[in-house]
Structure formats: structure tokens, C-alpha cells
């Protein structure tokens, strides 16, 4: 009996030493896998863009990817003065502005980086992106003209040009200089016909405005319906809006214009991109290529053109039904970069000439 005591008290102290060391086995497991517990998943951006579909499209980046998107909202300008004010310390991983001439800023403010991404590369074709790597094009936007159409044929409209001929005295609407479209499309006739054609070419306009320039684009298009002008250049996307609003009066207003893509006969119609460069310095670098990657992949494009009427940069998306209704056409051919290049030249005509 006592022996077997013994052998019994023996297993029991070896039983009891077996749980021991898997109890300590198993928080040295806890212990580790706390060590190895990723860093924090996200991406800063700060944009310009201020439309519902970009924060869905960010809700299903986030969804798809765990990256989570924090989200800074100003305009272009004052973002990249922050940027530069905020230094090596900002937070900020992207930039995303809605025209070309500030991408072209922010490259020469020193703020991008080049990215190198063969999805990238695949998905946006090589005249919408930097030549450096350093900005990418999201969408594109048209700056077409639109018309009343019961005292304006079609026939009667050819291109930019023909807008300061005689016949359109007191009748063109447009917005101010200080509007970047308006620079981005002067500094393409800078690069296409040289500064005194594009010269001559605002002052035509100047003197054939309907009204002195007041207002964003929507804003010209409902003038033409309140009988102020009979013309006006707006961007594609901004129409696309009007006609699907939920305001029964823009709707009214876009049915009763016409739409016509100018320029078919000579260089094209000109095109400005929305689009977006990393930052230099970025901490959170490859999100923000991702966030990019997904940006231009065939999925958000699709988006981009169906709620929000813009032209998608991946070609293998088609665009909306409602702008496939406003037919193909012909694309000015010049390097988007120009568009920054000359943005100071186009600043300068358009004071010379009293656009206001």
C-alpha cells in the first residue's frame, strides 16, 4: 500500500508539472502574437473633390482592402500651401485636386513623389499621367458648350474660336478668369497657337460676354435659360449633373439646352482631368498607391461615370449612357502637363484683356 502511495503522489506531481508548462506555453504564445500585431492600416488624403461617390468609393476601398481612409476636404490651393506649411511633420499620403494645373503646381511646389505602379501604368494611359510618375489622371471632364436651342441651330456653332465673331455679340456666358477651368483652357491655346493668338482670342471673348462673368457653370447655363446669353461653356460633368438633379428647376433648364463638342474640324475638343499625386515623404506611401490603384480600376471608374458624369480614364470603361447619348469626339492632343506650364501666362492675357 505505501508503495503504491508513492507511485501515485509521483504521477500526480508529474501531471500537475505537465499543466504547468503548458499554461506558460501558451501565454508565451499570447505574448508573441501581441508583438506581431499589425500597425495601424490607413491613408491620408486631402482633396478638392466633393462628391458623394468619392466617399462611397472610399467606404468600398476600405471594405475590400482594411485601409481606412481619413479624408481632409479644401480647396486645392490651400491644400498644398498646407502640405508645404506642415512640412516633413504632415500627415497628408495623397493629393487629389480636380484639375491638372494644380497637380502641375504641387510637382513644382516639390511636395510629390514618383510612384511606380504597372497596374498604374496598365490602367491610365500615358497622356494622363506625369511624366515623372509624380500625378496620375482619376477622370476626365470636356469643357463643351451648350445652347439654347430655340436660338442657336447647331450648324451655327463650329469651335472656341468662332465664339468672338460678330454674330455672337452679347451673347456668350462664361465664368471668371479666377476659375482654373478657364486657365487650364486659355493655357491650352497657349500651347496650341502660341500667347498673342490666345491673346486675341480672350479679348474676343471679352467682347462678346452676354454679362459680366458671375457664377460657376451651372450658373451660365441657367442664365442662357433666363435670356441673358445664348452660349456658354460649361464642363461636360457639370451638365451631366443638372440634368439628373434632384432640383425639378435644373432639370428644366438642361432640357431646354443643347450640347455640342467644339473644335471637331481643328485640334479638338479640350479635356481637363481630375487626378492625384503622393506625397513626398508619405508614411503610409503604398496605401496610397493602392488607394490609386483602385481608383483607376475598372470597378471605381465605372462609378466615377455613372453617378457623377465624368469620363473614365481606363479605356476598358465605357462611358455613361447619358454621355455615350452626347456621341464620340475628337480630344485636343497636348501634353495635360502644358496646362500648368502656361497657367501663369493664361493668368496674365486674362488680366490684360479685362476678363474678370
Known sequence: MKKSLIVFIAALMLLLTACGSTTTKESGADKDTSAKKPEKSEVNLYTSRHYDV??????????????????????????IERIKRE???????????????????AKEEGILQAVSSDILSKQIPENLRDVDDM?????????????????VKPEEISTYE??????????VLVRSSES???????????????????????QGIVNNFAQNPEGGDRDQ?????????????????????????????EVKVAESLGVFFPNQETTGTHVNISGAGVIKGSKNADNARKLLEFLTGEEAQGEFASAN???????????SELLQSWGDFKEQEIPLSTLGENNAKAIMIFNEVGWK
Do not use: C, H
Open 54 to 79: 468619392d466617399n462611397e468609393l472610399y467606404k468600398k476601398f476600405e471594405e475590400e482592402t482594411g485601409i481606412k481612409v481619413n479624408v481632409i476636404k479644401d480647396e486645392a490651393d490651400v491644400l
Open 87 to 105: 512640412g516633413a511633420a504632415t500627415p497628408a499620403d495623397l493629393l487629389l485636386t480636380a484639375d491638372v494645373g494644380r497637380l502641375y503646381r
Open 135 to 151: 500625378w496620375v489622371g482619376l477622370t476626365k471632364r470636356a469643357r463643351i458648350l451648350v445652347y439654347n436651342k430655340d436660338k
Open 162 to 171: 468662332a465664339l468672338t465673331e460678330d454674330q455672337w455679340k452679347n451673347r
Open 180 to 202: 482654373v477651368y478657364n486657365q487650364s483652357l486659355l493655357a491650352s491655346f497657349i500651347e496650341i497657337d502660341g500667347e498673342e493668338t490666345a491673346k486675341e482670342w480672350a
Open 221 to 249: 447655363a441657367k442664365a442662357i435659360a433666363a435670356g441673358i446669353g445664348d452660349i456658354a461653356i460649361m464642363n461636360s460633368y457639370y451638365f451631366g449633373q443638372m440634368l439628373n438633379s434632384e432640383e425639378p428647376e
Open 309 to 319: 458624369y465624368e469620363f473614365p480614364v481606363n479605356e476598358n470603361v465605357e462611358p
